[in-house]
């Protein structure tokens, strides 16, 4: 997933499970990413509950701010997996993170340089 | 953006499926694994054939199923470094934190009323936690750092002369950390405190040793490592020291007393097949080899 900016591992690299990676993806909605890659079963980091749905505890107790514990997915891989559908899963996160993002008017004010922690949205 | 419209969006140019691949694909193994096909096998003759109450001492129906129950017993044992008398049957790995919190809060009552876990921990663990809270118990959570592992010198200023458990997950099931088990294992031996591990996620992937990493009691799901649903473990160890608990369920004095109920037969040969499948494989599927900094 090299060619996307704006990727955040949650969790130590060194002392990790084999087989994890819980990925923040800036500017991207995990629940819709999700929707984005339906033929692939991932868990995203917010657990839907009730009407409202609540930003990852784990993620919130390493102090990832709420937007990156919202753009959160954890993938597993197991024993029967491929390498092959690896590359696949890779591939199409890739691209609906970066269809998604295109969307995203966050995104493009990112990119031209706007901090979007100091804009007074209306209705503040 | 309506429903449409994201999938409008998120559905051109997609890349089409590579022959061999059969969509969708299940990559969520951190929630439930599929079952291996050798597990299934040794299970089936449990439900039909063998069908035997593995309590019942005067046929060779019991018998049988007895046999079975003691070699998942072994299994199980040998991928832990435990004995096979330190295995106690669970429905799954919610029960056997339940059994394993409460079994000693109830038993140390007296010793003392304070337990030690970590923010991160799974549901199963923390409310547990909350509910000896009501009953009068302290328990202090402890934060983790940004890698999301605990910090050893917070887990040394947190025990107290009322300390009688500490409880901390061995790898974290929604972002796989790993949390530092070995050493948190010496703290407690040092300091006089049990030592619970969560070990659902980390047991039959990365190599984990009760005696070595001097572990009290560790709980463990056949699910996670491609055995079926609805069976677990958990380890209670009984030399140095002998580790007591109170039952959470009572009855026919199942398990020594430690958890009534007729064995799930079949469901226990999965998870001693599970287990025997994950000691060999371990090395072969690369795990074991990463993310063991601290061991």
Redesign the interface.
């Known amino acids: 997933m090299g060619r996307l900016d704006e990727v955040y591992i949650n969790g130590s690299m060194e002392h990790r499970l084999p087989g994890n990676l819980n990925i923040s993806f800036a500017y991207v909605e995990g629940e819709s990413l999700l929707m984005g890659i339906n033929d692939v079963a991932v868990s995203s980091g917010s657990a839907c509950t009730s009407a409202t749905l609540e930003p990852s505890y784990v993620l919130k107790a390493l102090g990832t701010g709420d937007d990156l514990a919202h753009s959160s997915i954890r993938f597993g891989i197991g024993r029967f997996n491929t390498e092959a559908e690896v590359d696949y899963v890779a591939d199409r996160v890739c691209e609906t993170v970066e269809r998604l993002r295109e969307l995203s008017p966050l995104y493009e004010m990112a990119k031209e340089g706007v901090n979007l922690k100091d804009v007074k949205w209306a209705g503040e | ?1 309506s ?1 449409t419209d ?2 409008t ?7 089409p ?2 022959d ?2 059969k ?9 439930t ?2 079952m ?1 096909p050798r597990v299934l096998e040794a299970m089936l003759p449990y439900f039909m054939e063998k069908f035997g109450n593995a309590a019942s001492r005067n046929h060779p129906f019991g018998w049988s199923a007895e046999a079975a129950v003691e070699q998942a017993r072994e299994q199980i044992a040998k991928l832990i470094g435990a004995t096979a008398k330190e295995i106690i049957f669970t429905s799954g790995a919610t029960e056997s934190d339940n059994l394993a919190i409460k079994g000693v809060a109830e038993m140390y009552r007296e010793k003392g009323n304070h337990i030690i876990t970590a ?2 921990e799974h549901k199963a663990v923390l409310d547990t936690c909350k509910r000896l809270e009501k009953n009068g118990y302290r328990v202090t959570y402890l ?2 750092q ?4 605990v910090d050893l010198e917070d887990l040394k200023r947190a025990i107290d002369d009322k300390t009688i458990l500490v409880t901390i997950m061995a ?2 099931n ?7 088990w070995r050493e948190i294992g010496k703290i407690c031996r040092e300091k006089g405190v049990l030592f619970h591990t969560d070990g659902v ?2 047991v039959g ?2 190599p984990i040793d009760v005696n070595k990493d001097n572990i009290d009691l560790m709980s463990i799901t056949a699910h996670k490592i ?1 055995g079926p649903k609805g069976v677990g473990a958990l380890y209670v160890r009984r030399k140095n020291p002998r580790v007591q608990i109170s039952a959470i369920i009572d009855g026919g004095g199942h398990e020594r007393g430690m958890r009534s109920g007729t064995l799930n037969v079949p469901g226990i040969v999965g998870l001693g097949k599970a287990c025997a499948l994950a000691k060999e ?1 371990m090395s072969q ?10 061991h």
Do not use: S
């Not at chain 2, 969509?23 to 929630?31: E, G, Q, R, V």
């Not at chain 2, 940004?146 to 592992?149: E, S, V």
């Not at chain 2, 599927?285 to 601290?294: A, D, F, M, N, S």
């Open positions: 953006m429903t994201l999938k969006a998120t559905q051109e140019q997609r890349t499926a590579p061999g691949i969509l969708p694909i299940y990559m969520d193994n951190h929630a694994t599929p291996d923010v991160t934060p983790v940004k890698d999301g592992l790898a974290n929604e972002i796989g950390i790993l949390q530092p996620q980390a992937k990365v491609y494989e599927e690369g795990h074991g080899t990463v993310g063991r900094g601290l």
